[in-house]
């Protein structure tokens, strides 16, 4: 089995970002808007990531509209799993933030037990890929918490919770510029992306009586599907390109 993870470039994180903020708003439409509640949102979500984990663990090399799409429906279903907590349990966003930074800390330490590396260079077995796909849910539950946490229980607010987690988002490349372990940075790059683009997709959906801008769950959620769709297309044809073209070289 090839590496099933993409390269992490510039394109990754863009995509990374926007699914993260299409986890927000688009989980917030379907549950609030829509009408189908938290949990028959949670319910419907979930039966689409099986299938899609399904389809994604049964290719042999990295396919990247199957890989984004489980992307996106993860970040769903991590932002659901965060509501459900919140809204329906009264579990309090310190707990649930705890809680989950420590379901993801015993699943790298399981993880690095089992396989003794943490590189998203070496998804090459079926187990090492379940091991990637459970951390990447326990980061965005983790990240959805966290950004919740941070701007609405610690009332910073969409537009400081941008900034709150984007500066160390930049610390983190920095610091990964000048050396530090490119896997430690690659996860913890990996977490904080999540309430970012959680601030960013609340930042521009919410009505400006909340802080938002105002443009609605659905032109949000739309606008940023959009783009991923364009980007995904873009990596497919890339990659077609470069394998037709490599055999003339």
Known sequence: MLNKVPEVTAIFWAIKILSTTVGETGADYLAVHVGLGASLTAICMTGLLIAALLLQLSRST??????????????????????????????????????????????????????????????????????????????????????????????????????????????????????????????????????LGASLGDLLSQSREYGGMGLGTIQTSIAFLTVIVGLVAWVTFEGDGARRAGPAQ
């Open 62 to 195: 990295y396919v990247p509209w199957i890989y984004w799409l489980t992307v996106v429906l993860v970040s769903i279903v991590g932002t659901q799993l965060t509501d459900l907590l919140t809204d329906k349990l009264e579990i309090s966003l310190y707990t649930s933030t705890a809680s989950f930074a420590a379901a993801l800390a015993a699943t790298f330490a399981i993880w690095y037990g089992a396989e003794r590396t943490l590189s998203i260079h070496s998804i090459v077995t079926a187990r090492r890929e379940l091991f990637y796909w459970t951390a990447i849910l326990f980061t965005f539950a983790l990240g959805t918490a966290a950004g919740d946490l941070a701007t609405e229980a610690l009332g910073l607010g969409f537009q400081v919770g941008v900034v709150a987690f984007g500066a160390p988002i930049s610390a983190v490349a920095v610091s990964y510029t000048i050396g530090a372990n490119p896997v430690l940075t690659f996860w913890l790059a990996y977490i904080l992306t999540r309430p």
